[in-house]
């Protein structure tokens, strides 16, 4: 716990008792839970009393005293989700973390929680991990509820809705690798080009994941805009004699490294592309 | 200067008295647990409850929080108002039955019997000890901590506070047995009084000079389940 980021949380607040919610959510976001010292240096900061402090902390559910989990499950027991079994939902959860509800797994991955409703009464039993919703779950799914947040949820949700993957490629001229891993995007190293457009010639970097089309570059590219594109090593043109499916434009071209070729569109905004795993279609 | 009706009688009173200190001032009993002189009402216990209104508008009060109104009717012993002090008391037994005051408001009432499971709680967090701590000895070293069945009396972190002097004002206000004799668990205790006899408190034999509110002193060794 750091003095001064409680005191800093606590000028951001009014310090009468109206503020005092807001203090202990805002420690609570920081730490994770509301650590005794922090409590004990509100106290002194805000000039309110300790039992005071202490008696709102532990009034609602929504503060913990104790350090919480990695991820935080909660299982909701509202009355919807109670008929439609989410009293077992909450029996498997303690069985596979290996805790009670309202405890926090002795490897400090879970917490596991239950909660009186979410207002999700519709699609219940509903279960929330770090915010995600899980809807209609059956004790069967824990399982896999449990291992896809070990696994990242965030990653998780991505691959099964848009289809990401990494991709790692050369040039296909020389066959130098054109990952840039010291500017990610999208948390994975870029693909870095150079390119030249209406006399103005800079670097360019692609997004690695598969389906993303974040791009950034040197100067700004107008859309719809054909660029010409580069490697950065042996300068050499990227043009393909392919034209792209979408608009027409000249492809360009590198080869994936695990084999394959993978082609886009030259235009900017378009999202042309083709992947050809097997690299015999060129 | 209200004037109001208690049990058909008429009477004047300031504004801001309440409807307990204007039955009493006309010698109406209304029994009180967690009211006390010189702290502020709390309305916890419900033993001071009387009807006040007309017909099918009439309804129950707590008269130690209930400011005296123009023109108010107030019966203080009504069937109504018996039925519901008799329950309270009833309740109070079935949850705190060694409390000596207690069982005193019990006797007075004639009740011999409760109808609900027998509990043994140390506290019915009357907040006496609480209001004690704040607006007498001006500390605030307890207070609630917790909400509904899990509400309990006690300091922040169950661990000796600072700001306790120590006084024995919560002790001496309680009604039950809460904070009394906490030598068992030294690190939590407030008053601390046991634990410097020789021999301690929890050798009974020497116990008889020891001052305490409940004879025998049993709170701390019933079984709870």
């Keep these: 716990m750091n003095a001064n980021e409680i005191r800093d949380i606590v000028e951001k607040h009014p310090s009468d008792r109206g503020g005092l919610i807001a ?58 989700c109670h008929v439609r079994g989410a009293p077992v939902i909450a029996d498997e959860f303690s069985r596979q973390l290996q805790t009670d509800p309202g405890e926090t797994s002795s490897d400090g991955e879970f917490t596991l929680d239950t909660v009186n409703c979410l207002g999700a009464c519709a699609i219940g039993p509903v279960v929330v991990m770090d915010g995600h919703y899980f809807s209609n779950v059956d004790s069967g799914q824990v399982k896999r509820i449990i291992k896809k947040t070990r696994a990242g949820l965030d990653d998780a949700q991505i691959k099964k809705h848009m289809r990401h993957y ?15 891993p010291d500017h990610p995007i999208d948390g994975a190293p870029s693909i870095r080009l150079t390119m030249s457009s209406e006399r ?6 692609l997004s690695a994941l598969y389906g993303s089309f974040t791009v950034e570059s040197e100067f700004g590219i107008r859309t719809s805009t054909v660029l010409d594109v580069f490697c950065p090593h042996c300068h050499g043109e990227l043009k393909s004699p392919t034209t792209c499916p979408l608009c027409a434009a000249p492809m360009v071209t590198l080869f994936i490294r695990s084999g394959g070729v993978l082609q886009i569109c030259s235009r900017r905004g378009c999202k042309g592309h083709m992947l050809d795993l097997e690299g015999a279609g060129i | 200067m209200i004037t109001l009706t208690i049990n058909g009688l008429q009477t004047s009173v300031e504004k801001g ?27 916890a216990c419900r033993l001071c409850m009387v009807e006040i209104g007309e017909g099918p508008r009439a309804k129950l009060v707590s008269s130690c929080t209930y400011p005296a109104q123009e023109g108010l009717k107030v019966r203080t012993a009504s ?36 109808r609900f499971r027998q509990e043994y709680e140390d506290c019915i967090l009357c907040g006496l000890c609480v209001r004690m701590c704040e607006e007498q000895m001006m500390a605030k070293a307890i207070g609630f901590r917790g909400r509904g069945q899990n509400r309990t009396v006690g300091t922040p972190f169950d661990i000796k506070s600072d700001v306790c002097r120590l006084c024995g004002g919560c002790i ?9 004799c906490t030598y068992t668990e030294p690190e939590k205790a407030i008053c601390g009084g046991c634990a410097n006899l020789a021999p301690p408190c929890v050798e009974k034999d020497q116990f008889d000079d020891m001052m305490c509110y409940m004879t025998p002193c049993v709170a701390c060794e019933i079984e709870k389940d």
């Design chain 1, 23 to 80: 203090i202990l959510e805002d420690i609570q976001a920081k730490y994770s839970y509301l650590p005794e010292d922090a409590l004990r240096l509100l106290a002194e900061e805000t000039g309110t009393s300790l039992v005071d402090i202490y008696g709102v902390a532990t009034f609602y559910s929504l503060f913990s005293l104790t350090p919480r989990g990695k991820h935080l499950c909660s299982v909701c027991m509202g009355t919807a």
């Design chain 1, 166 to 180: 990494l991709y790692d490629v050369n040039c296909s001229r020389c066959n130098h690798s054109l990952m840039d």
């Design chain 1, 200 to 205: 103005q010639h800079g670097w360019i970097r």
């Design chain 2, 17 to 43: 008295t309440t409807l307990l200190e204007a039955a009493s001032s006309l010698g109406f009993p209304i029994p009180t647990l967690c009211h006390m002189e010189g702290l502020s009402p709390y309305g």
């Design chain 2, 79 to 114: 069937s109504r108002v018996l039925r519901a002090r008799n329950m309270v008391i009833e309740l109070l037994l079935a949850s705190c039955p060694q409390s000596k005051t207690i069982q005193d408001i019990a006797a007075a009432h004639n009740i011999r019997r409760q």
């Design chain 2, 172 to 180: 001496y206000v309680c009604p039950t047995c809460q904070l009394r």
